[in-house]
């Protein structure tokens, strides 16, 4: 969500029954996407995320390579080698005991991603992908985004990224990784695992430089009951604008506004998307379809009606 808006919400909660949200039976967010193009489907939970700069500093200022190149301790070396010791050349995560902290996936959870609307074939189409993917089946490719922590290494700061050739030595560089999470993985019990692998890739290493390992953004996952009168509303509602049963799904990504609402609320949150997996969402060319648009609005407006059925029909 904007910044300030956690904040906002704690602070209308704390007004108790003058407060906006007061009365309120469940929550709706429509910011995500369906699984694929032609399907219709709502979500019911989501991957959560931490996010680490891990600075290295080697002098106290940049230095030329062609005077100091062989002779200093590079802080660039130190930032690549243990970015990559994180990572398995399979692109498991290399860090000790972290699957332990994964809930198990039973069979029924299992089951439900027979009768999923997804094709892999359009799905590397749709993200662009020329060559393989790590994995060919449906059941896998789906549980990896959505179901399996993963962790992605995003970039370097300070390191010279400019077109041309550079000959500096930077004294001082951060690399920037996150760690997709999912139930049952505590955002605390992850942050000390990665920590410790950090310290000892750097005992391994025995690099001279200073490092530190910098927690930014954490937030746990997040399932919902799909059960609940909102997902039966919203079901129903999907079915009015689109003719068929949407899939139940989950998503890889995180939108931390969920779990926000769900805690401060203590009602429960559903993500009604209205896009389809085509949308490029924060790309270039970033688009809705008009049919999605159109149907969209029935289908809020239908949510809203089915909402009262459902709550009436709960508290009977």
Same mark, same amino acid.
């Given at each position: ?89 399979? +692109?498991?995560? @290399?860090?000790?005991?972290?699957? &332990?902290?994964?809930? =198990?996936?039973?069979? #029924?959870? $299992? ?104 927690? +930014?953004?954490? @937030?746990?996952?997040?399932?919902? &009951?799909?059960?609940? =009168?909102?997902?039966? #509303?919203? $079901? ?81």
């Amino acid at each position: 969500g904007s910044l300030g808006l956690a904040e906002a919400i704690d602070a209308e909660i704390a007004k108790g029954d003058d407060s906006f949200f007061a009365g309120v039976d469940a929550c709706c967010i429509s910011d995500n996407y369906w699984l694929g193009t032609k399907k219709p489907c709502i979500t019911y939970g989501l991957r959560g995320i931490i996010t680490f700069e891990l600075e290295v500093v080697c002098t106290s200022k940049d230095l030329h390579s062609g005077v100091h190149g062989g002779v200093i301790h590079e802080a660039v070396f130190d930032v690549m080698k243990v970015m990559s010791s994180l990572l398995n050349d399979d +692109g498991t995560i @290399a860090v000790d005991g972290i699957y &332990d902290l994964v809930a =198990p996936m039973t069979d #029924a959870e $299992r089951a439900t991603y027979d009768e999923l609307d997804f094709s892999v074939e359009s799905y590397k189409r749709d993200a662009g992908v020329s060559g393989d993917l790590n994995f060919s089946s449906k059941f896998d490719v789906l549980t990896h985004r959505w179901r399996i922590p993963s962790l992605s290494l995003h970039g370097i700061e300070h390191a010279y990224s400019g077109p041309g050739s550079k000959t500096v030595i930077p004294r001082r560089v951060i690399g920037k990784f996150s760690v997709r999470l999912v139930p049952d993985m505590d955002p605390e019990a992850t942050v000390k695992l990665v920590q410790a692998h950090v310290d000892a890739q750097f005992a391994k290493i025995g690099s001279p430089n200073t490092y530190k390992l910098i927690v +930014g953004h954490a @937030a746990r996952a997040w399932k919902a &009951d799909f059960d609940h =009168p909102n997902y039966v #509303a919203g $079901r129903r509602a999907t079915k009015n604008a689109y003719g068929v049963e949407p899939d139940l799904t989950r998503e890889g990504g995180s939108i931390p506004i969920t779990l926000k609402f769900e805690e401060a609320t203590k009602r429960n949150v559903m993500l009604l998307p209205m896009g389809r997996s085509d949308d490029g969402a924060h790309s270039q060319n970033e688009k809705l379809d008009l049919s999605n648009y159109i149907n969209g609005i029935k289908l809020l407006g239908s949510y809203i009606n089915e909402l009262g059925k459902s709550i009436r029909a709960g508290a009977e």
